[in-house]
């Protein structure tokens, strides 16, 4: 079974293509959680309200939703440099 994983924010998600996503939970020891990563390419993309949720050749992502009193991009994360 393949590992769930929420993500801040999407940058580019295409059906064949590596994801760029900005993990907030992801278990791998080479993903910081605080950067922007790259994904392996992506296998489907069902779009839902929150946001899109997509499927890799390792990970299930999806979207991180609000708990009512923060928004998604409160979480802490590195700047981009």
């Not at 999407?10 to 993903?31: K, S």
């Not at 946001?51 to 390792?58: A, I, K, Q, R, S």
Request: aromatic share 8%.
């Amino acid at each position: 079974m393949k590992p769930i994983v929420q993500y801040i924010d999407l940058a580019f998600c295409v059906v064949g293509c590596p994801a760029t996503v900005l993990p907030l939970d992801h278990p791998g020891e080479y993903v910081s959680n605080r950067t922007w990563a790259t994904t392996t390419p992506v296998e489907s993309i069902e779009w839902r309200s929150a946001g899109p949720v997509f499927e890799t050749l390792n990970t299930i992502y999806v979207p991180v939703e609000s708990d009512g009193e923060h928004a998604p991009a409160e979480h802490q994360v590195a700047e981009s440099q």
